[in-house]
């Protein structure tokens, strides 16, 4: 199992930049995918970026150029660059991890951080 923590969320206006961080609290951390999704107000839940153990990325098309997945395996940590951003990236920014070797397809969550893009 693992317990994720997300932080880094606010308030920015159009155009700024963001950095989300996601605390990753278990000792197998190279053996997960890591990734972010966001829900907005009335939507679906969305995969943003995901990032393998060896570093292989997958962007959704709507950040692709803007956004950045990265991961640190010494401090088990997983974070999210997001410049120019746009109002429509407002939602709540979901970390997700799930187990490469698990029996069973997990999916885990952290709580979500509020990113609200407005002038």
């Known amino acids: 199992q693992v317990e994720l923590m997300e932080s880094g969320g606010g308030l920015v206006q159009p155009g700024g930049s963001l950095r989300l961080s996601c605390a990753a609290l278990?000792?197998?951390?190279?053996?997960?995918?890591m990734g972010w999704f966001r829900q907005a107000p009335g939507g679906l839940r969305e995969v943003v970026a995901t990032v393998t153990p060896g570093g292989g990325t997958i962007y959704a098309d709507s950040v692709k150029g803007r956004f950045t997945i990265s991961r640190d395996h010494a401090k088990s940590m997983v974070y999210l660059q997001m410049n120019n951003l746009q109002p429509n990236d407002t939602a709540v920014y979901f970390c997700?991890?799930?187990?490469?070797?698990?029996?069973?397809?997990?999916?885990?969550w952290g709580q979500g951080t509020q990113v609200t893009v407005s002038s």
């Open positions: 997700n991890a799930w187990h490469l070797r698990a029996p069973v397809h997990t999916d885990y």
């Open positions: 278990t000792s197998t951390f190279s053996f997960y995918v």
